[in-house]
């Protein structure tokens, strides 16, 4: 597994920004089986130090929710507009070629219409 994650960061050109991992508790991933934690191997693959954080029932959903607030206002609804219009808009992207970052104006404008 951590040998793919590596492939994916290196693919998707993110090797210089990582700055954490999250990863839930299995034994696979805290080293339990295999004496080595997942985020060490990691670590020693970028060749640098990064935030190793454990899984604790869902604590992105928490972060991720007060980002959310922040940004764009609290939610009163169960379903969130922006994700509903997100799935609608999701087959006009280019899915081939992917890039994680926002490099033109083209992708500025995109993100727009979807917000």
Same mark, same amino acid.
């Given at each position: ?9 290196d693919d998707?050109? !993110? ?14 991933? #805290?080293?339990? $089986?295999n004496g ?15 935030? +190793? !954080?454990?899984? +604790? ?11 959310? #607030?922040? +940004? $764009? ?25 992917? #890039? ?5 104006? !083209?992708d500025v ?7």
């Amino acid at each position: 597994m951590c040998d793919v994650t590596i492939k994916t960061i290196d693919d998707w050109g !993110l090797r210089d920004d990582i700055k954490a991992f999250t990863f839930d508790m299995t034994a696979a991933n #805290s080293g339990r $089986l295999n004496g080595v934690p997942v985020c060490a191997l990691l670590e020693a693959k970028l060749d640098k130090g990064a935030l +190793c !954080l454990s899984c +604790c029932h869902h604590i992105h959903e928490i972060v991720l929710e007060e980002v959310f #607030s922040s +940004c $764009l206002g609290p939610s009163s609804a169960p379903e969130i507009q922006v994700f509903k219009r997100l799935k609608k808009f999701w087959p006009n992207f280019v899915h081939i070629d992917f #890039s994680p970052r926002i490099r033109d104006e !083209l992708d500025v404008e995109t993100s727009k219409m979807i917000l």
